[in-house]
Nanobody, 121 residues
Framework: QVQLVESGGGLVQAGGSLRLSCVASGSFFTPNAMGWYRQVPGKQRELVATIFRGGSTNYADSVKGRFTISRDNAKNTVYLQMNSLKPEDTAVYYC???????????????WGQGTQVTVSS
């Protein structure tokens, strides 16, 4: 069974920092892309950042220069370092990847359960 588990969310004042982690467990090939999304009530889930197996990254314009995505392929873990946080960064953050299982070759999108990030003004 494949699981993605996020951690590291919390309450922080504007200008502060948080580091999110997402660990993927199970039997699967190293994913190509791993990413972070966020969602606020009443709005669509939006892509925050993506990192590919080779290390290249993409960021939403709203977080460029403030957030850094990284990954440890040996640990199947992706991180999101969030600096200079703003109240508009408040959301539930989800990690996401596409999993291909080793035993069956089945490919499917996987999501974590989400972690709340709240930035106070």
């Amino acid at each position: 069974q494949v699981q993605l588990v996020e951690s590291g969310g919390g309450l922080v004042q504007a200008g502060g920092s948080l580091r999110l982690s997402c660990v993927a467990s199970g039997s699967f090939f190293t994913p190509n892309a791993m990413g972070w999304y966020r969602q606020v009530p009443g709005k669509q889930r939006e892509l925050v950042a993506t990192i590919f197996r080779g290390g290249s990254t993409n960021y939403a314009d709203s977080v460029k220069g403030r957030f850094t995505i990284s990954r440890d392929n040996a640990k199947n873990t992706v991180y999101l370092q969030m600096n200079s946080l703003k109240p508009e960064d408040t959301a539930v953050y989800y990690c996401n990847t596409v999993i291909t299982t080793i035993t069956t070759g089945y490919t499917f999108p996987a999501w974590g359960q989400g972690t709340q990030v709240t930035v106070s003004s």
